[in-house]
């Protein structure tokens, strides 16, 4: 199994750019998280996904990011246009519908997004 | 509001010794916590669940509390070891949705 795969690791763009941030959750995990994490505001839920449909996105920050999740396997975290303020490691997780009871999520690596 | 709070402050002890991390929450009613363990640039790690009609949970050298009176949860590491220094999050889950809500961690430093 190799996990939640993020990509890329590592972005830097310039502000106004769209970025576009992927993940492939683990194969049989029905449930998705996209994650902000900070130094100030520590690891914030944009929105997740149950079954590939978003149940809360009360998280995103405001319109300019976007989320999708067109299959099971994968899914596209989306900012246009990019800030400053945007810069963050932005994490997906995944995890069994029934895993908060046992096993947790499982993280990927998380995308380091740095907008200049 | 809604708060979930960790000592931000970093906990230094030595190694074999007991290491005890707390988890304070507001205006949440939890239906369970998680604890993860996070390491510099890598993703947060799950390492214990334990549901709000648990009072304890061990894990291995691990173990966790959950009090619903006092809205807080510790985390102890016994016979701590360099190796457990990390930062250690506590995540909070409400009803069914399975939406996990992080507190800021806590950083553990073990020394040798």
């Known amino acids: 199994d190799a996990g939640v795969i993020q990509s890329p690791r590592h972005e830097v763009t310039e502000m106004g750019q769209e970025v576009t941030l992927r993940c492939k959750p683990i194969?049989?995990?029905?449930?998705l998280f996209w994650y902000r994490q900070t130094m100030m505001r520590g690891l914030e839920l944009l929105i997740y996904f149950n079954n590939n449909v978003p149940i809360d996105d009360s998280g995103m920050p405001e319109d300019r990011f976007s989320a999708k999740m067109p299959n099971a396997s994968f899914s596209t975290l989306k900012i246009q246009p990019s800030e400053p303020r945007d810069s963050a490691v932005y994490f997906c997780a995944s995890g069994r519908d029934r895993a908060r009871l046992n096993y947790g999520y499982t993280f990927g690596s998380g995308t380091r997004l740095t907008v200049v | 509001s809604q708060k979930i709070e960790q000592n931000s402050e970093a906990l230094n002890i030595q190694e074999g010794k007991t290491a005890t991390l707390t988890c304070n929450y507001t205006n949440y009613s939890p239906a369970y916590l998680q604890w993860y363990r996070q390491d510099p640039g890598r993703g947060p790690v799950f390492l214990l669940l334990?549901?709000?009609?648990?009072k304890e949970k061990r894990k291995e050298r691990l173990k966790v509390t959950f009090d619903t009176t006092l809205k807080q949860s510790l985390f102890h590491i016994t016979a701590s070891q360099p190796a457990d220094s990390a930062t250690y999050l506590c995540?909070?889950?409400?009803?069914?949705?399975?939406?996990?809500?992080f507190g800021q961690g806590t950083t553990l430093q073990v020394k040798p």
């Open positions: 334990i549901r709000e009609n648990e």
């Open positions: 995540a909070l889950g409400t009803g069914n949705t399975g939406k996990l809500i």
């Open positions: 194969s049989g995990h029905n449930s």
